[in-house]
């Protein structure tokens, strides 16, 4: 009998250091509403975070940022939200469904013209997309934060009357992405990031220049159902770790990052 409650009083104790070393988000799920272009990089950060952390989950819900910030204000049960875009950030914190202590700049990014990897046109600039040979250009719908960088920079240059004609509206960057690879269309509006995920499909014609950086601003939701683990993932995308996986993807740095 001695011995079987050494037995019993060493499984005991053995499961009372291993509670004590469990987080306590074990077995928790985080839902984390991103802009599509994160995809393959949150992608394998998530899985990275989940190995470091056994007993948890990291789902995505992956978009156009505008989108989802429309389902955090109907209620969604977000707990980390990922903008391609600072504005929509900006108005999640105004609607009070951001917390805004924990907003942070994740990463930076571009947006480029990309044509078929076969196409014979040459294109440097905004204005080349004006020449007959173009007659498709993929482009985002108001939701999508890269189309509002096009915008800006195409009304600048004042050719949005003559391109705008051409465009061939897609719901997310990887559609836009998808019609150019595919040969659907001449031309399209995707981020650096997206173009670089398509080798020997696509190829960037040139960058779009924009007048102030892209960033993408990472936040917990104000309802977020797990906070703590909502919080420890942030932790690590912002990490040497976290970073690294976004530097391999091709994104830059947040503006004034060391």
Known sequence: ??????????????????????????????????????????????????????GTRVRLNLGASGNLLQQIVAGA???VFVSADEAFMDKGVKEGVILPATRLDLVSNRVVVI????????????????QPGVKRIAFGN??????????????????????????VLCATVVQSLNYVAQG??????????????????VKVAFTVPVREPIVYPVAEVAKAP????????IAYLLSPDGQAIFHHYGFLPPPGAR
């Open 1 to 54: 009998m001695r011995w079987r409650r050494w037995i019993l009083g060493t499984t005991l104790a053995g499961m009372a250091i291993m509670g004590a070393l469990t987080p306590a988000w074990a077995g928790e799920e985080i839902i984390v509403s991103a802009a599509a272009s994160l995809t393959q990089s949150l992608g394998q950060a998530a899985k990275a975070f989940e190995s470091a952390h056994p």
């Open 184 to 201: 659907d269309v001449d031309a399209g509006f995707v981020f650096a990031t997206d173009a670089a995920t398509a080798p020997g499909k």
């Open 226 to 233: 797990h906070p703590q683990l909502a919080e420890a993932f």
């Open 77 to 79: 049960p977000v707990d």
């Open 115 to 130: 044509v078929p990897a076969d196409s014979p046109l040459s294109m440097d600039s905004l204005a080349s997309l004006a």
């Open 142 to 167: 108001p939701a999508m934060p890269n189309a509002k960088y096009a915008e800006m920079a195409i009304k600048a240059a004042g050719l949005w009357g003559q391109l705008q004609p051409k465009f």
